[in-house]
């Protein structure tokens, strides 16, 4: 009997109490004896990641953070995104930088110095667009090395993984890219698929609790901020879409506060966590300049500053199924889509916006190989960026079959681990 208590000791976690902050908490953490900090609250947070708080005190903390307004202030976002990310799986770090580093020096070009790259969304805009982020992904990986860090649906019928998994007659296998993996991955492609649930275990604990609340939590904030790679040093460059515009700043302070020195982050004037091809989209550009640091610069874009016509929303949210937005993935990559196709154009505007932050597009001369006539469109838009030279990029990818020949090694590579 002992020793069963024992064991029984050892599985279960110790339970913590965190009522003397919930008591701090509400109603206004500002003016509480003494003042909530950023720092307690990834404290607490992080004990939802061992199953150390009661369901009971997880509801109350995120019910809270809501209402208070405290998961939306930059610093707790960025504090608890790290908490987050030391609770993920472990990650070879000595191994995974040798591979990256052995594979990103053929992919040095412009002001990319052959990082890891990530593109992704908050979710939870009501669109229900086309899996831009995750085609993006895929379109600028001839260019760029990618650590896509992802999920399945959460608020669309068609989540990242749900897309891959959907793909035919082989698709990528996700449950094989496990971290151990990472490093061999690598060095046969230049993509990775970090699929969530995989790099994130702690987060099965808090799903159900965020399931009965019904409302969004700091959770849904937390993913872009929470790629699983990112404490290693390897990530040089991200795209972060937002559904709301207030959230642009903090979402960029959240970035400089985690260490980001090259980064964009966008959002859609009809709150779209993509970049829009409907209309003017918002941006808060992360930079770093000698003597000055990372510095955030704020302006919009439109399609007109990538050379594309806009098209309305309706012509890329139609809310379709994954096998079908696999469908419409895999004909882009075939290059079988009309070269006016509202979703290939929505991509396009998104891939190339990726290849602008990461500094490939910074790049004077252009040695693509079969299919480029070297003509760098060396025009600057609004923030500096070449916008339209991120489409030629991306347009050339897709056109010769580079994007497509990138697809086919990801497949493989997965489904050989």
């Known amino acids: 009997m002992s020793n069963d208590k024992t064991e029984a000791s050892i599985r279960e976690p110790k339970v913590i109490s965190i ?33 150390s708080l009661s369901p009971v005190q997880t509801g109350a903390l995120l019910t809270a953070l809501h209402f208070t307004g405290e998961d939306r202030k930059a610093d707790v976002i960025a504090l ?44 939870g805009d009501s669109h229900s667009t086309f899996n831009v982020s995750t085609t993006s992904s895929i379109i600028a990986s001839p260019f760029l090395l990618l650590a896509k860090h992802g999920n399945r649906a959460s ?8 897309l891959l998994e959907s793909t035919t007659p082989q698709p990528p296998k996700l449950a094989a890219v496990t971290p151990g993996h990472l490093p061999t991955l690598y060095e046969k492609t230049n993509y990775a698929f970090l699929f969530a649930p995989h790099f994130h275990p702690g987060m099965r604990f808090v799903a159900p609790i965020r399931k009965e609340l019904g409302w969004r939590t700091i959770f849904n ?46 959002c859609g004037e009809e709150e779209l966590d993509e970049i829009s091809c409907a209309g003017k989209t918002l941006c808060w550009r ?13 302006f919009s874009l439109s399609p007109s500053d990538f050379g594309l016509p806009a098209h309305p929303l309706a012509e890329v949210s139609p809310g379709k199924e994954p096998h ?3 469908a419409i993935l895999l004909s882009m990559l075939r290059n079988e889509l009309p070269p006016d196709n509202p979703i290939l154009h929505f991509v396009l505007l998104n891939t190339a916006a990726l290849l602008v ?8 001369e252009s040695n693509l190989g079969l299919g480029d006539d070297g003509q760098v469109i060396r025009e600057r838009g609004p923030g500096g960026g070449r916008w339209k030279e991120g489409v030629r990029r991306a347009r050339w990818a897709i056109e010769t079959g580079a994007a497509l020949a990138e697809w086919e090694k990801l497949v493989q590579a997965t489904n050989q681990l």
């Not at 902050?21 to 909530?36: E, F, G, I, Q, Y």
């Not at 990834?42 to 004990?47: D, I, K, L, P, W």
């Not at 608020?155 to 749900?162: E, P």
């Not at 990530?235 to 980001?260: H, N, Q, Y």
């Open 19 to 51: 009522t003397p902050l919930l008591r701090r908490l509400w109603p206004s953490p500002p003016d509480a004896d003494p003042p909530v900090t950023a720092t307690e609250i990834a404290a607490a947070v992080s004990h939802i990641f061992t199953n």
């Open 80 to 123: 608890c995104a790290a908490a987050m990310r030391n609770a993920a799986a472990s990650i070879d770090k000595a191994a995974l930088v040798k591979a990256v580093q052995e594979k990103g020096r053929s992919r040095v070009e412009g002001s990319y110095r052959g990082g890891l790259c990530d593109i992704v969304g908050t979710g």
């Open 155 to 162: 608020t669309s019928k068609s989540g990242s993984a749900d």
């Open 221 to 266: 904030l937390l993913g872009p901020l929470a790629n699983p790679v990112q404490d290693t040093g390897l990530i040089e460059a991200r795209l972060v879409g937002v559904a709301r515009k207030d959230l642009g700043r903090t979402f960029a302070e959240a970035l400089r506060i985690s260490g980001s020195r090259k980064a964009m982050v966008v």
């Open 286 to 298: 992360l930079t770093e300049q000698q003597d000055v640091g990372v510095s955030v610069e704020e």
């Open 324 to 326: 079908e937005n696999a």
């Open 357 to 364: 932050v990461s500094g490939v597009c910074d790049a004077d």
